[in-house]
């Protein structure tokens, strides 16, 4: 019934009995179109991966392995033999999927009480003891049509309480933490909003897991967490038709949030809206598929949640988030963020405590090659290569992390600041130009003129490094003030280099503030340039960016 097609495909070689990836497509039988999101499991294990948007996978096993294939739709797939290094193409069979006004029922189908009977069930059919998850994340933005940061991470979850009963907010009864992290450096113009890392906010795509715990007067456009169960009386329910999962029958049911308005002093004003789909079990009122959407005027957030089964219980295995911002002057920011399973563990896991990591917290991890090569992670669809060379200029996003990862922690280790600030104008020769400000924290005048510098960073830092040059003899007192005001924000890097230092006497530093410009050559191109608020100083940047100097 099912026809697997073998294409020959060199893969890493590794030693014997040790792990090695396995690679694949899952497509449609019919059709031979990609299937996206595919539950990929290795049988006899805990472990597993997913499909990305072009239907592939690529996935760590060791010898003598099986894999069961499953998707929301199809017929579910176990091939117990699949011949080592070669590229798997997996076609899987459509199930019978019916629209409502072919489905014969002994009664109507009343979307409303199905959708309530599965919360209810929450409890039954989800894991209520602790368990343990390992997910792959990744975390791309994008300006228009500008990509500006991508980010990936091992990140592990030990939910304390299973599903004993639905979170307001992530981090409650879940510990996290991030043992694999990769990264390019963050050229959005959103990057001084940029949370460092989203986990919280992923993991909140799980609806069995999170959920308000009360009535809301209205939607929230920004709420990270579903109010669906809570607010159930403002939305219309439907049903939609019949489909299958993993064997069993699944109801399609829509929803949608009813208009609401608010009287503002231009009239009356629609508030956000939300509509979505959940697939649900016929038998046992398990989730086992959300679609959900959001929108207020241009702006939009599409969650999709898929849910698998493990050891007669369900887990989340793929949660996505993409979001989409129209400013007022029409510039737009796109953002894209998803975590898949790779392991599921209910037993002789090892438990810890921790919470989602700050910025420097990530600086902190190791990074580890052999990791990036060996374990299963999502596949990147050829766009997502684009974006990795883009952001890179062609290096590898793991020799970006390494490139980001030194030049951030030479911010905040000890050490000499005059070797770490060379260091990073040797680094972005041929790259950027870089602006130096000597400043100290008792200096009002150039903590005024440093806030002027985050609008630049908007509009330059794509092609200007600003480097925060400060004299100040007390560590202590200039972490607070870069604490204090801010300035750990992507786009400026500081260095203290004290009142001694051989940077102060080249530039025979005298008084403060004071800027230099240095161009992408690594010369001195003004050695007393203008100040931030000096609107000479946009000139000079336009025209060494536009390379009319040379």
């Not at 990609?34 to 760590?60: D, E, V």
């Not at 979170?167 to 949370?195: N, Y």
């Not at 005024?448 to 480097?467: C, G, R, S, T």
Request: glycine share 6%; hydrophobic share 35%; proline share 3%.
């Amino acid at each position: 019934m099912f026809k697997l097609i073998l294409s020959l495909c060199l893969l890493s070689s590794m030693a014997f009995s040790q792990a090695k990836l396995v690679e694949g497509k899952i497509i449609d039988k019919d059709t031979k179109q990609p299937i996206p999101f595919a539950s990929i499991g290795l049988l006899g294990t805990s472990k597993g991966t997913s499909s990305n948007l072009n239907g592939q996978f690529s996935l760590s096993v060791i010898d003598n392995f099986s894999i069961r294939v499953s998707c929301l739709g199809y017929r579910t797939l176990q091939l117990d033999s699949i011949p080592k290094d070669q590229f798997v193409i997996v076609e899987l069979e459509p199930s019978a999927t019916q629209l409502k006004e072919i489905v014969v029922f002994n009664k109507q189908v009343n979307a409303r009480k199905v959708v309530n009977k599965a919360f209810r069930s929450i409890s039954d059919n989800f894991n209520t003891d602790p368990f343990f998850q390992k997910f792959f994340y990744r975390h791309y933005c994008k300006d228009d049509s500008v990509y500006g940061r991508l980010i990936e991470a091992s990140v592990d979850v030990w939910k304390r309480k299973g599903y004993k009963s639905t979170q307001s907010v992530a981090g409650i009864t879940d510990e996290i933490r991030v043992t694999q992290l990769r990264r390019s450096f963050d050229m959005t113009k959103a990057s001084q909003g940029h949370t460092p890392i989203a986990i919280k906010n992923i993991l909140q795509a799980d609806i069995a897991g999170y959920q308000a715990n009360a009535p809301s007067d209205h939607i929230s456009f920004f709420a990270e967490v579903s109010s669906l169960k809570a607010d159930a009386g403002k939305y219309d329910f439907t049903y939609e038709g019949l489909t299958y999962y993993d064997g069993k029958e699944v109801y399609e049911i829509g929803y949608n949030l009813r208009k609401d308005s608010v009287l503002t002093t231009q009239g009356y004003e629609l508030r956000p809206g939300n509509k979505g789909s959940l697939f649900i079990s016929t038998k046992d009122y398990v989730f086992v598929k959300l679609v959900d959407v959001k929108f207020w005027d241009q702006d939009t957030i599409k969650t999709t949640t898929y849910y698998t089964p493990y050891k007669g219980n369900y887990y989340p295995y793929h949660l996505i988030r993409d979001g989409n911002s129209v400013a007022r002057n029409g510039s737009t920011h796109l953002f894209h963020v998803e975590m898949m399973a790779t392991e599921i563990l209910t037993e002789g896991f090892e438990t810890f405590y921790g919470d989602e990591p700050g910025k420097f917290d990530l600086l902190k991890i190791p990074h580890d090659s052999i990791y990036w090569s060996n374990n299963t992670i999502l596949k990147t669809t050829p766009l997502e290569d684009v974006i990795i060379s883009d952001l890179g200029g062609g290096e590898s996003l793991s020799e970006q992390f390494k490139r980001y990862q030194h030049q951030e922690l030479n911010q905040i280790e000890s050490g000499k600041a005059d070797d770490r600030f060379n260091w990073f104008k040797n680094e972005n020769k041929d790259k950027k130009i870089i602006y130096l400000t000597f400043w100290n924290s008792d200096c009002l005048l150039c903590l005024q003129q440093i806030e002027y510098q985050k609008k630049l960073i908007k509009k330059y830092k794509e092609n200007v490094a600003f480097v925060l040059l400060s004299i100040d003899k007390d560590e202590a007192k200039w972490k607070r003030t870069i604490e204090k005001y801010n300035l750990k924000i992507d786009g400026f890097t500081n260095f203290r280099i004290g009142e001694q230092s051989t940077i102060s006497q080249m530039y025979n530093l005298t008084q403060i503030p004071r800027t230099v410009i240095i161009d992408k050559s690594g010369n001195d191109f003004k050695v007393n340039a203008g100040l931030p608020n000096d609107v000479a100083l946009k000139k000079d940047f336009d025209l060494l960016i536009s390379d009319k100097n040379e």
